[in-house]
């Protein structure tokens, strides 16, 4: 079966084709035959367009900047034409998945994309402004360049967290809100799934038998407690701002500074967005980056602010995995996973400290090292510590593939 995801955030599209011949999926994630990015803010002359292939193929591209939807038909044809080309035509492809960031409360699940779909997508648009808009975009950009008649699969990040007891989910302001929408959602829940399954296979463990925390740190930061295979807790909420201290995103504050910036020092609500989204967490008390790694050579020359960012960022780590452990009432495992979690061993050495009372321990010379999927606790720990690697693109893949079974 040949898979096309379609990745698209608010400032990048990303895009990768599988071909997933053979009865069975793979154990572990398969090289994409074709990979494609476009950053869209890359320079004042256009967005950028990179692919890759298997087979070495490599193209760079400056694409106009006024039309995406000709930018994202621009990057489809590389795939069945030019140097980087890996079928003969767009009717080869048999599904394209996408990962689309709000389903609300309709979408536990992942579904066929159809009119009434891409009407439900659009109607969430005033619950993820930056986000749904590129989702359906993508929809429709395939619809034109290889026919309306091809399955598409949209694959929610709001799913997974869609069955949290109403406690987790409901916010203790007016029971209005509950009516209106306003709740708690949940995001990045397609990787937490994906390193839920991932890590009951590193285990050799049923994962309904599991309790996990999953940490996906990235420029984004959430974390979600994990129980009878599903979410049962999550840090971000209404909207992806709630939680974690993030790479520009405060996470969660008073929000009674709101009343105040607005109410009594003239902030318009516009002014605050951007306060909140971009000129906050890492970046706001550093600043000097939203990027981990320039903190990091900032404390190393002794700058306070950036010494204070990154003890922040641990701080508010260490008491939302508190809390996740709390709402789990126990704990099996805990799994990092995303660009920090990754790649970031002190992040995880010094989070893993708060939780050492419940005889977790990590093995200094496995957390160091940098291999992926592996266990980094120490034998004797009876809590285990995964280093996962974030594979959205195949996670929404896996999604096509079992659609599509007969
Ligand atoms: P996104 O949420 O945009 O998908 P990623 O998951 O790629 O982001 O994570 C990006 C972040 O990961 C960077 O901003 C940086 O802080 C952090 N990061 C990446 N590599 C390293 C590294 N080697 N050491 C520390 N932090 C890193």
């Not at 993508?138 to 309306?148: L, P, W």
């Not at 034998?379 to 996962?388: C, D, E, F």
């Not at 693109?393 to 659609?403: G, N, P, Y």
């Amino acid at each position: 079966m040949k898979i096309l995801v379609m990745n698209a955030g608010s400032s990048s599209q990303k895009s990768r084709f599988y071909d997933l011949s053979g009865g069975s999926l793979p154990k572990t994630p398969p090289e994409p035959l074709w990979d494609a990015q476009i950053d869209w803010t890359k320079s004042d002359d256009g967005a950028e367009l990179k692919v890759e292939t298997a087979h070495g193929a490599t193209l760079t591209k400056t694409l106009q900047p006024d039309s995406k939807p000709a930018g994202i038909a621009d990057m489809l044809r590389t795939l069945w034409s030019g140097d980087t080309q890996v079928i003969d035509h767009p009717d080869q492809v048999d599904v394209v998945g996408h990962r689309v960031v709000h389903g609300g409360q309709t979408y536990q699940d992942s579904v066929f994309i159809s009119s009434e779909v891409k009407q439900a997508i659009a109607d969430l648009i005033p619950l993820a402004p930056a986000h749904n808009p590129a989702n359906l975009e993508g929809v429709e950009a395939i619809e034109r360049a290889i026919g309306s008649d091809i399955s598409q699969v949209a694959v929610f990040d709001t799913a997974f967290h869609s069955r949290m007891p109403l406690t987790a989910a409901v916010y203790p302001g007016p029971y209005d809100w509950l009516d209106q929408g306003i709740r708690r959602y949940g995001f990045h829940g397609i990787n937490h799934q994906y390193c839920a399954h991932r890590a009951a296979q590193i285990l050799s463990t049923d994962l309904n038998q599991l309790r996990l925390l999953t940490c996906h740190l990235g420029n984004g930061c959430s974390l979600a407690a994990i129980r009878d295979g599903h979410s049962i807790d999550t840090t971000m909420g209404y909207t992806p701002l709630e939680g974690l201290m993030m790479g520009s995103r405060s996470g969660s504050v008073d929000p009674g500074i709101l009343i105040h910036l607005i109410r009594d020092r003239g902030y318009s609500p516009d002014e605050v967005d951007q306060m909140l989204n971009k000129q906050s967490g890492l970046k706001g008390i550093s600043g000097i980056s939203n990027d981990l790694r320039q903190i990091g050579k900032a404390i190393a020359q002794g700058n306070d602010r950036a010494r204070l960012a990154f003890d922040l960022f641990i701080h508010r780590l260490q008491k939302e995995m508190g809390a996740m452990i709390a709402s789990l009432g126990g704990l099996d495992a805990i799994i990092f996973s995303a660009g920090i979690g990754e790649h970031a061993p002190d992040v995880r050495e010094r989070a893993c400290d708060a939780f050492r009372f419940l005889g977790l321990a990590l093995d200094p010379e496995k957390n160091d090292a940098t291999a992926h999927d592996v266990d980094i606790a120490t034998a004797g720990s009876p809590v285990r510590v995964l280093v996962i690697t974030a594979e959205e693109d195949w996670a929404i893949a896996q999604e096509c593939w079992r659609l599509m079974q007969p």
